[in-house]
């Protein structure tokens, strides 16, 4: 059995006024909870790649090496905290609303050439056999603006711009304004794993200052609630107590959870 992560964080992007804070504090987070307080995943079978190596082609690559050889029983993760978007699709007579999903590399200039569209990670997802425990995490945004909306700290007061952004990238004229996860949900059929995502369609995904550190909202609450329900708790419930999480504490996005792994647990049991 073999046990392998990709963890991929971007907060520098060269386009000004697209950096972030607190991608590169999820994955180290991810990395410590799954290799070092539950001792699932061998630290040599984790990888992390973040801003400038975090390019299409770098994180193709790694996705290369993470589906490599994968067989039934092993468990694999995916996980990307960095911008995302969406772009005209060229897929029309699949996509009904005529966009696709992309989450945006190191890299990427407006272009489907320089994205990571949801086509590409399903056809490699495509390539996972039968029995695989395969778990894919998206803390990014899909939504047109860079939104400064009054979003709570635990306990504290409004956070100021300086302690929240938001995971979509501020672009040009590729970007429109998304309806999340629509051809995900319409290759649904072939996705054998668990797709845990930041947020729904109309909604963003918060870059926030929370218990003196940056991170993302979404994993922060995740690895929280893993830690206190994830052994022996569907990843669906775990989604539940994580938008309960977000709610009480005044971020207005609701993650969601698909696949055929959904009422699995997040470790293989």
Not at 16 to 33: A, Q, W, Y
Not at 71 to 77: E, H, N, S
Not at 228 to 250: E, F, P, W
Request: charged content about 20%; hydrophobic content about 35%.
């Amino acid at each position: 059995m073999k046990n392998k992560a990709l963890l991929v964080g971007i907060n520098d992007y060269p386009l000004p006024g697209n950096d972030l804070r607190g991608c590169i504090n999820d994955i180290v987070d991810m990395r410590d909870f799954i290799a070092n307080k539950n001792k699932v995943y061998p630290w040599e079978n984790i990888k992390t790649i973040t801003d400038n190596r975090a390019t299409k082609k770098g994180i193709l690559a790694e996705l290369d090496w993470l589906l490599e050889g994968a067989a039934a029983g092993d468990q694999l993760l995916f996980q990307y905290s960095g911008h995302g978007a969406q772009q005209t699709t060229q897929h029309p007579q699949i996509e009904k609303d005529g966009l696709d999903e992309i989450i945006c590399p190191y890299d990427y200039r407006d272009t489907a050439t320089t994205a990571i569209s949801d086509k590409e990670f399903a056809q490699h997802f495509a390539k996972i056999p039968e029995g695989v425990h395969f778990v894919w995490i998206s803390d990014s945004c899909h939504a047109q603006d860079l939104s400064r909306d009054v979003t709570r700290q635990e306990g504290s007061a409004a956070l100021t711009f300086d302690q929240l952004r938001y995971r979509h990238y501020n672009g040009g004229s590729a970007l429109v304004a998304p309806i999340m996860n629509t051809s995900v949900a319409a290759t649904k059929s072939v996705f054998k794993g668990a797709l845990l995502s930041g947020c729904a369609s109309h909604q963003l995904s918060a870059d926030a200052y929370i218990q003196n550190r940056f991170n993302g909202a979404f994993t922060h609450y995740l690895i929280q609630n893993l830690s206190h329900y994830g052994h022996n708790t569907t990843m669906r419930s775990i989604v539940d107590y994580v938008n309960q999480d977000l709610a009480k504490n005044g971020f207005d996005q609701n993650p969601k959870i698909e696949g055929a792994l959904a009422l699995s647990t997040f470790f293989k049991s």
